[in-house]
C-alpha cells in the first residue's frame, strides 16, 4: 500500500518519515552558512524542522504549506525556536514569490516531503478518508476553489476512469466509473462513506490488503490538488532557487511521484546542475516500518546544487529567487 493512502485511523500524531536519513543530508549545510534559509516546504506539523532545528543549532528555517491547520499546529510546536523559524502559507507553485516576500535570499537547503499528513488523514471534517465519514473535500489548501465532489459529481464516465487509471493506478476504472456515474444520478455523492461503499461493492468487495476504494481515493486527492503539476513546480524552483552547494531533498510516497523526481535529477545530473548524493533514493529501514506503517514505501532522494563555477554560470552574491 501507498503510505500516502495508509490511514492509520487512531488519532495520534504525525511522524516524520526517514528522519535520520533527512537529518544527515542537511548535516553538509557549514556553519558559516549561518545567516542563509533552509526552506522545508511541507512544513506539516514540523516534525522535520523541529529536528533540523534541534540538530543544527546555526541553520534557519522558512517553513511553509499550503495548509492553515497545519502551519497553526507548526507554530505551536515550533515557538522555542523563536526567531529561527517563519512560517509562511503557500504552494510549490508560489514558493519563489513567497522567498522573495520573505527576503530569505538563495535558499541553502529545500526539503519536500510531499503528500498528505496524518493529521489530514485522521480529521475526518477534511474528507481525506474512506475510512470516516466526512464531507466529500480533500483539499490541503481551503481555498481552493474545487473539493472532490465536484469532481465526482461532474467529470464525464471517462474521465473518471482515466483519472482513476492514470493518478489512481486503479486497474477496474471503467468499472468504477460507470458504477458512479449511475448511482451519482439518483443522489450526488457528498460524502466519503457512500462513495467508498460505492467503490467497494462495485469491485465486489475484496481488494487484499488494502481498502477498495484507496486507489480511487489517492487519485481524487491527486486532482484536487493538483499534485503532478505541484511536484513539476517544486522541482523547478528548487532548480531555479537554491544557492551553490544547496542541499534538495524530497520525499515521495508513489512510485509516480518518485518517478518524476528520478528523472527530473537524472536529467539534472547529466547537464551538471545537480550532483545525486547518493544515487539511489534512501528507504526506512524494518524498525522505522514497524514503527510507522507509513514510511514503508517512502523514498528519499538527495542531491546537491553543483557550484556555479562548475556548471559555468556566475552565481549573483545574495541573489533572490527570481
Ligand atoms: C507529509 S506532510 C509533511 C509533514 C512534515 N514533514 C512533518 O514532519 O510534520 C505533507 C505536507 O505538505 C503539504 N503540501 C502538500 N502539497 C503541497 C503543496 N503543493 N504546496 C504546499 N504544501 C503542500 C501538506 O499540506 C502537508 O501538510
Redesign the pocket.
Known sequence: MDA?TAERGDGSV????LSAQVAAAFGCIPERARTSYVV????????????LLATYPWLNILG????PE?LER?RTRLERFGSRVRLCR??????ARVMRQQQIGMPIGM??????????LDVAERGFSFQHDGPLDMR??PSRDRPASDIVNQWDESDLADLFFHEGGEKQSRKIARALVEARARAPFMRTAPLADLVARALGGGGGRIHPATRVFQALRRAV???GE??L??LHTADHCLADGGVLAV?S?HSGEDGEVKRFLNAAARDGRFKLTPRKPLEADQAECRANP?ARSAKLRVAERVRSEVRGETEIEGGECE
Do not use: C, W
Request: cysteine-free; aromatic content about 6%.
Open positions: 500516502e504525525h511522524i516524520p518519515v522545508d516546504a511541507t512544513v506539516g506539523l514540523g516534525g522535520h524542522t523541529e529536528l511553509v504549506d499550503q495548509d497545519a507548526a503557500g504552494r510549490f507553485s508560489e514558493l526539503l519536500f516531503d510531499i503528500g498528505v499528513s496524518s493529521m489530514q490541503m489548501d490538488n493538483e499534485e505541484e511536484l513546480a517544486a520525499i510516497f507509513r
